[in-house]
């Protein structure tokens, strides 16, 4: 069985733009692409950013990415949020936090293994309760 092979679009997209980017993996021979959603331009604070227009109009832009992708034979494998956390800086934290509006998801990165080996699962427990925890009391989401 031939594996299938995934590309991070991030700098093509900077490069090219979303919609060429993903035609210009699918030329290369990938199978499926990892898209980024996380450089600055994704940042609904600037005007020229996807994610300062309006509802209807991001779920189109993303639609029309869909449709785009399934006409090319590609695959989103996976995509990428914001990977940058919290920085204790007022501004910056409400934005992060007010961007999970868009889509629903606060995601996190995070090394399992910072408190050894053999307790992967229960770092990630934690983690997730103290994001849950953050959100509900510091932020009422």
């Known amino acids: ?4 092979i995934s590309l991070s679009t991030g700098r ?13 993996a699918k030329c290369i021979g990938a199978d499926a692409v990892d898209f980024d ?4 331009r994704w ?3 600037r005007p020229d950013s ?5 509802d209807d ?5 993303f639609d029309d990415l869909r449709r785009h992708v399934d006409a090319i034979g590609l695959e989103i494998g996976q995509t990428h949020g914001r990977i940058q956390g919290f920085k204790n800086v007022k501004e910056e934290d409400d934005a992060l936090i007010d961007e999970v509006g868009y889509d629903g998801t606060y995601n996190m990165e995070l090394n399992l293994a910072c408190f050894g080996t053999g307790f992967e699962i229960e770092t990630a427990e934690f983690s997730v309760k103290l994001l849950r925890h953050m959100l509900a009391e510091h932020y009422g989401r």
Request: overall charge positive.
């Open 12 to 24: 093509l997209q900077r490069l090219y733009g979303d919609r060429e980017a993903l035609a210009i």
């Open 37 to 40: 959603t996380q450089a600055s």
């Open 57 to 61: 109009e991001i779920c189109s832009y």
């Open 43 to 45: 940042d609904y604070r």
């Open 50 to 54: 996807v994610y300062a227009r309006s």
């Open 1 to 4: 069985m031939e594996k299938r």
